[in-house]
Protein backbone atom coordinates (compact mmCIF):
# COMPACT_ATOMS: atom_id res chain seq x y z
CA UNK A 1 0.00 0.00 0.00
CA UNK A 2 1.09 3.30 -0.82
CA UNK A 3 1.53 6.06 1.48
CA UNK A 4 -0.01 8.77 1.05
CA UNK A 5 2.20 11.47 1.50
CA UNK A 6 5.48 11.76 3.41
CA UNK A 7 3.82 13.27 6.46
CA UNK A 8 1.18 10.02 6.42
CA UNK A 9 3.58 7.47 5.69
CA UNK A 10 4.39 4.85 9.18
CA UNK A 11 8.19 5.58 7.96
CA UNK A 12 9.68 8.71 7.93
CA UNK A 13 13.05 10.35 7.34
CA UNK A 14 14.38 13.92 6.81
CA UNK A 15 17.88 14.68 5.11
CA UNK A 16 19.33 17.74 5.74
CA UNK A 17 22.32 19.06 3.66
CA UNK A 18 23.77 22.46 3.69
CA UNK A 19 25.99 24.25 1.45
CA UNK A 20 28.23 27.22 1.52
CA UNK A 21 25.78 29.52 -0.57
CA UNK A 22 22.01 30.09 -1.18
CA UNK A 23 22.65 29.88 -5.10
CA UNK A 24 24.57 26.46 -4.92
CA UNK A 25 21.46 24.95 -2.13
CA UNK A 26 19.52 26.44 -5.04
CA UNK A 27 21.17 24.69 -7.97
CA UNK A 28 21.49 21.34 -6.58
CA UNK A 29 17.89 21.57 -5.18
CA UNK A 30 16.85 22.16 -8.59
CA UNK A 31 18.84 19.57 -10.03
CA UNK A 32 16.82 16.98 -7.67
CA UNK A 33 13.18 18.31 -7.52
CA UNK A 34 12.31 16.97 -11.17
CA UNK A 35 13.25 13.23 -9.91
CA UNK A 36 10.39 13.74 -6.93
CA UNK A 37 7.49 11.67 -8.50
CA UNK A 38 9.95 10.32 -11.08
CA UNK A 39 11.33 7.59 -8.44
CA UNK A 40 8.38 7.48 -6.09
CA UNK A 41 7.06 3.71 -6.67
CA UNK A 42 4.10 1.49 -4.31
CA UNK A 43 6.13 1.65 -0.71
CA UNK A 44 7.71 5.33 -0.73
CA UNK A 45 7.57 9.07 -1.98
CA UNK A 46 9.71 12.15 -1.48
CA UNK A 47 10.05 15.52 -1.21
CA UNK A 48 12.78 18.24 -1.96
CA UNK A 49 12.45 21.81 -0.69
CA UNK A 50 14.95 24.63 0.31
CA UNK A 51 14.92 27.07 2.59
CA UNK A 52 18.12 29.23 2.14
CA UNK A 53 21.20 27.23 2.15
CA UNK A 54 19.80 24.08 3.51
CA UNK A 55 18.06 21.75 0.74
CA UNK A 56 15.45 19.14 2.39
CA UNK A 57 14.74 15.95 1.31
CA UNK A 58 11.77 13.91 3.28
CA UNK A 59 11.05 10.48 2.74
CA UNK A 60 8.17 8.34 3.85
CA UNK A 61 7.93 4.93 3.36
CA UNK A 62 5.22 1.76 4.04
CA UNK A 63 8.52 -0.44 5.30
CA UNK A 64 11.51 -0.21 7.14
CA UNK A 65 13.31 -1.42 3.58
CA UNK A 66 11.49 1.00 1.43
CA UNK A 67 12.86 4.15 3.95
CA UNK A 68 16.70 2.92 3.55
CA UNK A 69 16.62 2.58 -0.16
CA UNK A 70 14.60 5.86 -0.63
CA UNK A 71 17.24 7.44 1.37
CA UNK A 72 20.48 5.79 -0.03
CA UNK A 73 18.79 6.59 -3.33
CA UNK A 74 18.29 10.67 -2.73
CA UNK A 75 21.80 10.43 -0.98
CA UNK A 76 22.94 9.30 -4.61
CA UNK A 77 20.99 12.17 -6.18
CA UNK A 78 22.22 14.79 -3.92
CA UNK A 79 25.67 13.64 -4.55
CA UNK A 80 25.71 13.76 -8.25
CA UNK A 81 23.76 16.94 -8.15
CA UNK A 82 26.25 18.62 -6.07
CA UNK A 83 29.34 17.95 -8.22
CA UNK A 84 27.15 18.97 -11.08
CA UNK A 85 26.75 22.24 -8.98
CA UNK A 86 30.42 22.92 -8.66
CA UNK A 87 30.61 23.16 -12.18
CA UNK A 88 27.44 25.41 -12.98
CA UNK A 89 28.42 28.39 -14.61
CA UNK A 90 28.40 31.48 -12.38
CA UNK A 91 25.85 34.35 -12.78
Given at each position: MAAESTDD????????FD???ERRARVV????RVEVGEIDDARS????GR????VEVRIGAADLVALR??????R????VA????????RR
Open positions: APHRLSLQYDTERAVTARVTGRTAGANTWRLLSEQVAETAP
